[in-house]
């Protein structure tokens, strides 16, 4: 599977960006996809996991209520809307799918400035 992300960039705290992954593959996307992000001196996170039946949806507690990852089987796509942005969201997001082996995007850049 390969993942092609879009969006990010910078933005004021409390204002909005979203990032969206196109998943290039020859399947049906039955497997688990999602956001992570990474920022200098931490480690990765999982930001918002959306599974493969299209049901569970699993948020970092810390953007519960703020973020909104969205996901279309048919596009072969899914998407993280930001809302509500504060300055400890900004990092590099990167797109996910669990697949065998697993499957990354390069990344995409989303800064808060305060």
């Known amino acids: 599977v390969q993942l092609v992300e879009s969006g990010g960039g910078l933005v004021q705290a409390g204002g909005s960006l979203n990032v969206s992954c196109v998943a290039f593959?020859?399947?049906?996307?039955?497997?688990?996809m999602g956001w992570y992000r990474q920022s200098p001196g931490k480690g990765r996170e999982a930001v918002a996991i959306?599974?493969?039946?299209?049901?569970?949806?699993i948020y970092l507690d810390s953007v519960k209520g703020r973020f909104t990852i969205t996901r279309d089987f048919t596009k072969k796509t899914v998407h993280l809307q930001m809302n509500s942005l504060k300055p400890e969201d900004a990092a590099t997001y990167c797109c996910?799918?669990?697949?065998?082996?697993?499957?990354w995007g390069r990344g995409n850049q989303v800064t808060v400035s305060s």
């Open positions: 996910n799918a669990d697949t065998s082996p697993n499957a």
């Open positions: 959306s599974g493969w039946d299209g049901e569970r949806i």
């Open positions: 593959d020859d399947g049906s996307m039955v497997y688990d």
